[in-house]
T-cell receptor, first 116, second 111 residues
Framework: NAGVTQTPKFQVLKTGQSMTLQCAQDMNHNSMYWYRQDPGMGLRLIYYSASEGTTDKGEVPNGYNVSRLNKREFSLRLESAAPSQTSVYFC???????????????FGPGTRLTVL | DQQVKQNSPSLSVQEGRISILNCDYTNSMFDYFLWYKKYPAEGPTFLISISSIKDKNEDGRFTVFLNKSAKHLSLHIVPSQPGDSAVYFCAATFNDYKLSFGAGTTVTVRA
């Protein structure tokens, strides 16, 4: 039982390049999330997926796209990377059943991305 | 504008003593609060939570206190141990999935 896994662990991109961050969970959770963590800012939600086939914007979605490939996998794509996207990216999942169900999210180890 | 604020970026405490971490929030709609702990090069892990209908929740050495009128919560760690050295994030939600996080407090437990 690996929990939430993310690939790659580290990545360096040049401005304008594209890449996809991969995330998978083996806990049969319905909901999955992408966050970015920047110094002094905490974690900010980029996109959220309540279930397979649905996605929703979070606090900072600009410059990103997501795909909920199946129940296990949720990918984050940067189409044209910018230095402002230099950050640590975390994927998380939860068994949230919707309103009224307190949400405990389980996080992956993160991807450290640098955009030059 | 950050709705959850942790105004102390760091805290140093001696082993065996109490660690008190503070968190303030501005959105009165928040009804559920969580603390996450993060070690370097790892993702955050859930530590303890509290619903707005309570004012205290305890789990072993960790206790979270909620003061709704002051929009303030705190995490007490008693006694502090070297393994507690980590970054602690406060988070809040009102719609069950969108967590708003504070900037974190780095705790260092001195031997």
């Amino acid at each position: 039982n690996a929990g939430v896994t993310q690939t790659p662990k580290f990545q360096v991109l040049k401005t304008g390049q594209s890449m996809t961050l991969q995330c998978a969970q083996d806990m049969n959770h319905n909901s999955m999330y992408w966050y970015r963590q920047d110094p002094g800012m905490g974690l900010r939600l980029i996109y959220y997926s309540a279930s397979e086939g649905t996605t929703d914007k979070g606090e900072v979605p600009n410059g990103y796209n997501v795909s909920r490939l199946n129940k296990r996998e949720f990918s984050l794509r940067l189409e044209s990377a910018a230095p402002s996207q230099t950050s640590v990216y975390f994927c998380a999942s939860s068994d949230s059943q919707g309103f009224g169900s307190p949400d405990t999210q389980y996080f992956g180890p993160g991807t450290r991305l640098t955009v030059l | 504008d950050q709705q959850v604020k942790q105004n102390s970026p760091s805290l140093s405490v001696q082993e065996g003593r109490i660690s008190i971490l503070n968190c303030d929030y501005t959105n009165s709609m928040f009804d559920y609060f969580l603390w996450y702990k993060k070690y370097p090069a790892e993702g955050p892990t859930f530590l303890i939570s509290i619903s707005s209908i309570k004012d205290k929740n305890e789990d072993g050495r960790f206790t979270v206190f909620l003061n709704k009128s002051a929009k303030h919560l705190s995490l007490h760690i008693v006694p502090s141990q070297p393994g507690d050295s980590a970054v602690y994030f406060c988070a809040a939600t009102f719609n069950d999935y969108k967590l708003s996080f504070g900037a974190g407090t780095t705790v260092t437990v001195r031997a």
